[in-house]
């Protein structure tokens, strides 16, 4: 498994040029553009020695990849670009030949996910957790997206969403509800436009209308962590009216369809307060 420059060619490492060029074949997202990507770097592989294995075609392809390595071949596979099976084709052929009992060999090299990270100076406070959830491409039927999106505000990790640049806009209007949590938006990575910018979310429609270019190309928006102990403390404030009023496990149900909580970390609480005495 291959990973591929997402723009700038110099990204390429000596390992993965190496793989390439030893391959006897390549499976390959496009054939046409890993082939143009295998001139830059001048390897020459002939058109017979390239397999087309993308979105459409993945699960059947993969029975071809897997008879031709029985056979002794050595395949090397490439997405488009960045790294294979994230966001891109690549996981069903990996199980296919994992299922055959072959040998998977991973080539680390570019990915859009961790680029962005690592220029977004994302800080937690103290004992926070410093991970990231990768969410992808959230579902293009606006209901659906702004569902996903509710979901996400109550995430306490930093979200990583992927989108293209004709559903942007729509992605920043849906974002909106998230108020001043902030949002770094990597648009064009490695490439000659690349812009890095951290804004508030309910500001991203503003900051991509501030020119015609900001809507183009591909984008990373990194969701920073939620404000965990605000939230908390509204969980609690919440219990406590409840418990004032109801039994504990109506009161907990409640809370959690007002809150959004989970409803075993709700339990937890209103035991407590309960056992304090604070949940009347």
Request: aromatic share 4%; with cysteine.
């Amino acid at each position: 498994m291959v990973a591929t420059p997402i723009g700038n060619l110099a990204d390429i490492s000596l390992r993965a040029l190496h793989v390439l060029a030893l391959a006897d074949a390549l499976a390959c997202e496009d054939t046409r553009h890993t082939q143009a990507l295998l001139r830059a770097y001048g390897i020459d592989k002939a058109a017979a020695q390239l397999i087309a294995v993308h979105q459409h075609n993945e699960a059947q392809a993969a029975q071809a990849v897997v008879q031709r390595l029985r056979q002794g071949q050595r395949i090397a596979y490439a997405s488009d670009a960045g790294t294979p099976a994230v966001s891109d084709p690549g996981a069903r052929l990996v199980a296919a030949v994992r299922d055959a009992g072959l040998r998977v060999v991973p080539l680390p090299g570019t990915s859009s996910i961790t680029a962005a990270i690592s220029a977004a100076g994302i800080v937690t406070d103290g004992d926070a957790d410093s991970g990231f959830v990768f969410a992808g491409f959230l579902p293009t039927r606006a209901l659906e997206r702004e569902a996903a999106v509710k979901r996400l505000a109550r995430e306490p990790h930093t979200v990583v969403l992927l989108e293209a640049p004709h559903r942007i806009e729509a992605l920043a209007r849906a974002l909106a509800v998230l108020g001043h949590r902030p949002v770094t938006l990597a648009r064009e990575l490695t490439k000659q436009f690349e812009e890095i910018a951290t804004v508030a979310a309910a500001e991203l429609t503003q900051w991509l209308a501030t020119g015609p270019q900001r809507t183009r190309g591909e984008f990373v928006l990194l969701l920073h962590p939620a404000a965990v102990a605000a939230e908390s403390g509204r969980e609690e404030h919440v219990l406590k009216l409840l418990l004032a009023e109801l039994p504990l496990t109506t009161a907990v149900r409640l809370a959690a369809e007002i809150t959004g909580a989970p409803r075993n970390a709700l339990y937890d609480t209103a035991l407590a307060l309960k056992n304090s005495g604070s949940g009347g």
